[in-house]
């Protein structure tokens, strides 16, 4: 299609977006017998979702676990883990999305995040480029001698206990350890993945890229952003939603929308995107490979940090539901409760769920379940065997209900 022809505009009912929005997350994909999944089931979700966001949380699990256990049922972690930490690797973090995991692939594409480290990154990260210069070149140094490592490590090793001061974010970073994370958001260093306390081990590039990216993970200050490349951040982001607005595709990958929207014509003009209009949405885009399932369902717990609910103006849209991450709000102001997962059962978002891991007792206990009007039939005890299924996977002996309404 060249470039300057008009898209005609196709019609969509929401109920059909919903469910190509849960076929391009791979929510409907066939799922492996319970712990049978192997690396072959990790890398198709991978592949479907493209970033998988980390949050340092664990009153269940640590979060990224979280979308495959949606996708794939109970499944064995170290599959995960081995996939993140040892080469060759599948997944690589950086900023993405939030702190995220994506392909070794992905993660040139974002260099425009790391060249404008100096000037983007948090406070304290620019704080200690400019007053200390010298302990950010130290570390560097350290981490490409001595890597992987922890932030203590590196401490340790320069034999370093500089002044902490509180930012905030309520965090009380060294200032080694503000010169690392700089490093990191710059992409001057990596990640060989995490510790069991959940420490991010900073590694040097070439430790973490495998030897044909190499060269496309240097970094190079001072060159011009690549237009390529955020039409193809706006791609992936297109496969991973399906459909999606604007603001979608931007924000997967958190670029601004002037940086997506010359993307997302590119698209259209090479017939990869089509525009679309669903009732009570704005303008959306159909990415022409998506699956238009005539039906859809499924059952699964969603991570309050799961790709698909990221976008809440979109969650609202689709699925008329109202959906708001609680863990910071006050416990008193607290709505439906402080670890949440949405219920997605057939094609709607119908419950929420406020769960703990009980480790010391040994069991999962969901705090609160609220019902979204009128639940289909089938759906209590579909969320029963999904609570059921999480518990023998994080190896707890059986769910404890609180309350529910």
């Known amino acids: 299609m060249s470039a300057g022809v008009a898209v005609p505009t196709r019609n969509i009912t929401r109920e059909l977006a919903r469910r190509v929005a849960i076929a391009a997350q791979g929510l409907l994909d066939p799922r492996p017998e319970p712990f049978t999944a192997t690396m072959r089931h990790v890398q198709r979700v991978i592949d479907r979702v493209a970033v998988v966001q980390i949050d340092s949380v664990n009153v269940l699990t640590r979060s990224h676990y979280l979308p495959f256990f949606s996708r794939l049922g109970p499944y064995d972690t170290s599959l995960l883990d081995r996939a993140r930490d040892r080469a060759p690797r599948r997944l690589v973090e950086y900023w993405a999305h939030e702190a995220s995991l994506i392909s070794p692939q992905t993660w040139p594409l974002l260099e425009?995040?790391?060249?404008?480290?100096?000037?983007?990154a948090w406070g304290s990260m620019r704080r200690i480029l400019t007053?200390?210069?010298?302990?950010?070149?130290?570390?560097?140094?350290?981490?490409?001698r001595r890597g992987p490592m922890t932030a203590r490590q590196?401490?340790?090793?320069?034999?370093?206990?500089?002044?902490?001061?509180?930012?905030?974010?309520?965090?009380?970073?060294?200032?080694?350890?503000?010169?690392?994370?700089?490093?990191?958001?710059?992409?001057?260093i990596s990640s060989a993945g995490r510790t069991t306390q959940f420490e991010r081990r900073y590694a040097a590039l070439d430790a973490t890229?495998?030897?044909?990216?190499?060269?496309?993970?240097?970094?190079?200050?001072?060159?011009?952003?690549d237009p390529d490349r955020f039409v193809e951040l706006v791609r992936i982001a297109a496969r991973a939603h399906g459909i999606g607005t604007e603001r979608c595709l931007a924000d997967y990958f958190r670029i601004t929308r002037s940086q997506a929207r010359p993307a997302i014509a590119t698209l259209l003009a090479r017939g990869e995107l089509i525009p679309v209009a669903v009732p009570g949405w704005a303008p959306a885009y159909l990415h022409a490979e998506a699956r238009l399932?005539?039906?859809a369902h499924?059952?699964?717990?969603?991570?309050?940090?799961?790709?698909?609910?990221?976008?809440?103006?979109?969650?609202?849209?689709?699925?008329?539901?109202?959906?708001?991450?609680?863990?910071?709000?006050?416990?008193?102001?607290?709505?439906?409760?402080?670890?949440?997962?949405?219920?997605?059962?057939?094609?709607?978002?119908?419950?929420?769920?406020?769960?703990?891991?009980?480790?010391?007792?040994?069991?999962?206990?969901?705090?609160?379940v609220t019902w979204e009007p009128d639940p289909p039939p089938g759906s209590g005890a579909a969320l029963m065997r999904n609570l059921e299924s999480m518990a023998a996977w994080l190896g707890l002996g059986h769910v404890v209900q609180v309350t529910g309404r």
């Not at 699964?300 to 849209?317: C, H, K």
């Not at 006050?330 to 997605?344: E, M, S, T």
């Open 293 to 295: 399932p005539r039906r």
């Open 112 to 120: 425009h995040r790391m060249r404008d480290a100096g000037e983007h």
């Open 209 to 225: 890229a495998p030897p044909a990216l190499r060269e496309a993970w240097t970094h190079r200050p001072g060159r011009e952003a």
């Open 154 to 188: 590196v401490e340790t090793a320069l034999d370093h206990d500089r002044p902490r001061t509180q930012d905030s974010w309520g965090w009380n970073w060294s200032e080694v350890k503000a010169a690392l994370e700089y490093l990191f958001w710059a992409g001057r």
């Open 298 to 368: 499924t059952e699964a717990l969603l991570s309050p940090f799961d790709s698909l609910v990221w976008q809440r103006e979109r969650v609202q849209a689709l699925w008329d539901f109202r959906y708001r991450i609680e863990i910071y709000t006050p416990a008193h102001k607290r709505v439906h409760g402080y670890y949440v997962l949405p219920f997605l059962y057939g094609d709607r978002l119908v419950a929420r769920c406020d769960l703990k891991a009980d480790r010391v007792a040994g069991v999962l206990r969901c705090h609160r």
């Open 131 to 144: 007053e200390r210069p010298d302990v950010v070149d130290d570390v560097l140094t350290e981490v490409e």
